[in-house]
């Protein structure tokens, strides 16, 4: 399982609400932390592998020695959200991008698990971010659509070598 790098229009089309809650749906998710481990990232959204479901995965931890964080997210929505705070960021479909993005310090988010079973999740800071960041994947917005001004001048040769690299 490939992660789609930028400027792929796979990442700007974002998903569909899970319907089916199937083996299928697990041994999905499955792959995407194996891809997720694999590229060394925290988070992973369906569409960042070309599957156009909301659907994400997350381990704060990011790597296999300690799974106890992993989380799977299906249809997340984000209920109660407090305090804005700068934080910095990466994605795996950016590679070499780092920046500084806005985003909720504190988050009730509901969404289904693996099982179709609706839950409720109050976090903050870290978690909160990562959640957000993917959640934006399933909407089709990318992180660098976030940056300040002086950050998307900083990193707009990265992007063009991106784009040039695609176009090769
Ligand atoms: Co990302």
């Not at 997720?36 to 988070?43: F, L, N, P, R, S």
């Not at 989380?71 to 407090?82: D, E, Q, Y």
């Not at 705070?85 to 950016?94: K, T």
């Not at 959640?135 to 300040?148: A, K, T, Y």
Request: proline share 5%; glycine share 8%.
């Amino acid at each position: 399982m490939q992660v789609v790098v930028y400027p792929d229009p796979v990442l700007r089309r974002g998903g569909k609400e899970v319907t089916e809650f199937t083996p299928d749906l697990k041994a999905l998710a499955d792959r995407m932390f194996a891809a997720m481990y694999q590229e060394g990232g925290v988070g992973l959204a369906a569409p960042q592998v070309a599957i156009e479901l909301k659907l994400l995965v997350l381990n704060p931890e990011g790597n296999t020695k300690d799974r106890s964080g992993e989380r799977v997210l299906c249809n997340p929505k984000i209920t109660r959200k407090k305090g804005r705070e700068w934080g910095e960021e990466g994605c795996l479909s950016f590679p070499g991008i780092h920046a500084e993005v806005e985003r909720w310090q504190k988050i009730t988010v509901t969404y289904r698990d693996l099982d179709g079973t609706e839950q409720s999740l109050d976090t903050e800071g870290w978690l909160a971010r990562i959640i957000q960041h993917e959640m934006d994947h399933l909407d089709g917005v990318l992180f660098v659509d976030r940056l300040s001004p002086a950050d998307r001048l900083r990193v707009r040769g990265t992007l063009a070598e991106l784009e040039s690299r695609a176009s090769r």
